[in-house]
T-cell receptor
Framework: GAGVSQSPSNKVTEKGKDVELRCDPI?????LYWYRQSLGQGLEFLIY????????KSGLPSDRFSAERTGGSVSTLTIQRTQQEDSAVYLC????????????FGQGTRLTVV | AQKITQTQPGMFVQEKEAVTLDCTYD???????LFWYKQPSSGEMIFLIY??????QNATEGRYSLNFQKARKSANLVISASQLGDSAMYFC???????????????FGKGTKLSVKP
């Protein structure tokens, strides 16, 4: 596609349920990033992919969070046993290659845990 | 310690006037990059402008310019001739080579909410 696409755009889930968030990066972009933005805050780095591998998982807040990327393209961020503090906007970004900085963000998935 | 500081939670500017959004950063690296993003109410992060630490000239992109003062570690965004559509959150970010920066990871400030008045 022309831009980074994220789905769903909004997700409301009950506490304790698992959720999957999807990101389709720009075609050909090898680097993919997940960020979390809580209300009124800046962006918090979660995880980075180079191709299908994730050399930097340092930002994942707990072992309930995991992510994978297949075919060097689509990525899924999974949150298990969701908690209310997981409520945030989850943003995905891609760039042509690492080190070029991040130029292209998706519109995000707004997750609300009730 | 906070790496990116944006001291203005909110700013107002009159349409057609210029406005400066402040950003200071903290790094011990010599090689780094500074970015500004715009986030309208739709939520998308829109890349505006980039300044490399070794760039001798201030970056400019249309109505956006970056006032880069390396010794002061500041990278203020200047928007000239403000338009109503400029109303949004603005985030300053830094890429640091030794902090995952070789992978392009960015550290973001908390943002400044700009409101343009007609």
């Amino acid at each position: 596609g022309a831009g980074v696409s994220q789905s769903p755009s909004n997700k409301v889930t009950e506490k304790g349920k698992d959720v999957e968030l999807r990101c389709d990066p720009i075609s050909g972009h090898t680097a993919l990033y997940w960020y979390r933005q809580s209300l009124g805050q800046g962006l918090e780095f979660l995880i980075y992919f180079q191709g299908n591998s994730a050399p930097d998982k340092s930002g994942l807040p707990s072992d309930r969070f995991s992510a994978e990327r297949t075919g060097g393209s689509v990525s899924t961020l999974t949150i298990q046993r969701t908690q209310q503090e997981d409520s945030a906007v989850y943003l995905c970004a891609s760039s042509p290659h690492p080190g070029s900085g991040i130029g292209f963000f998706g519109q995000g998935t707004r997750l609300t845990v009730v | 310690a906070q790496k990116i500081t944006q001291t203005q939670p909110g700013m107002f500017v009159q349409e057609k006037e210029a406005v400066t959004l402040d950003c200071t950063y903290d790094t011990s690296d010599q090689s780094y990059g500074l970015f500004w993003y715009k986030q309208p109410s739709s939520g998308e992060m829109i890349f505006l402008i980039y300044q490399g630490s070794y760039d001798e000239q201030n970056a400019t992109e249309g109505r956006y310019s970056l006032n880069f003062q390396k010794a002061r570690k500041s990278a203020n965004l200047v928007i000239s001739a403000s338009q109503l559509g400029d109303s949004a959150m603005y985030f300053c970010a830094m890429r640091e080579p030794n902090l995952g920066g070789s992978q392009g990871n960015l550290i973001f400030g908390k943002g400044t909410k700009l409101s343009v008045k007609p």
